[in-house]
């Protein structure tokens, strides 16, 4: 059976300008100071590192992430995820009048064999869960941005 496949798109709009956001994106080491649902960050070297993040739901995922892509002039970050979920995830930013646009893409599937055996079951609550640390993460780094 393969694994269940998960698919997101969530857009921010931010209040500075694209290239201060992109920084703050880039540097995934500090996600956590203020994106509440990124619990802990360890870095592994210059092009990857683990990460532990927990929404809603009590379930706490663990993912290992690779750099793909970091293009500042094309404002376009990409992931490698492994670990609980295997897939990429990706931000793209375009300036908007007062400030960015910011695009996350995912695309992962589920390999946690507790969740993935419930998949059927749990798609509308794992959707919702993802939901809930994408509006944590919006919120904080508004706050983050400008203060």
């Known amino acids: ?15 500075a300008e694209p290239e201060r956001v992109y920084a703050v994106l880039a540097d995934i080491e500090r996600y956590d100071r203020w994106w509440p649902q990124v619990r802990r960050i360890t870095r592994l070297d210059d092009e990857s590192g683990d990460v532990q993040i927990r929404s809603v ?11 793909e892509v970091e293009d500042a002039g ?9 670990g609980h979920l295997h897939g990429w995830s990706s931000w793209e930013l375009s300036p908007v009048p007062g400030g960015t646009h910011a695009a996350y893409r995912q695309e992962v599937e589920l390999h946690a064999p507790v969740l993935r055996r419930a998949s059927f079951l749990l798609r509308p609550a794992l ?18 941005l400008t203060a």
């Open 1 to 15: 059976m393969a694994p269940p496949v998960y698919r997101f798109a969530t857009t921010w709009r931010l209040p």
């Open 57 to 67: 739901l009590p379930w706490t995922l663990h993912l290992h992430l690779r750099r």
């Open 74 to 82: 094309a404002l376009r970050l990409r992931a490698a995820v492994r």
């Open 127 to 144: 959707r919702a869960n993802h939901a809930a640390m994408m509006r944590g993460g919006e919120r904080g780094l508004e706050v983050h």
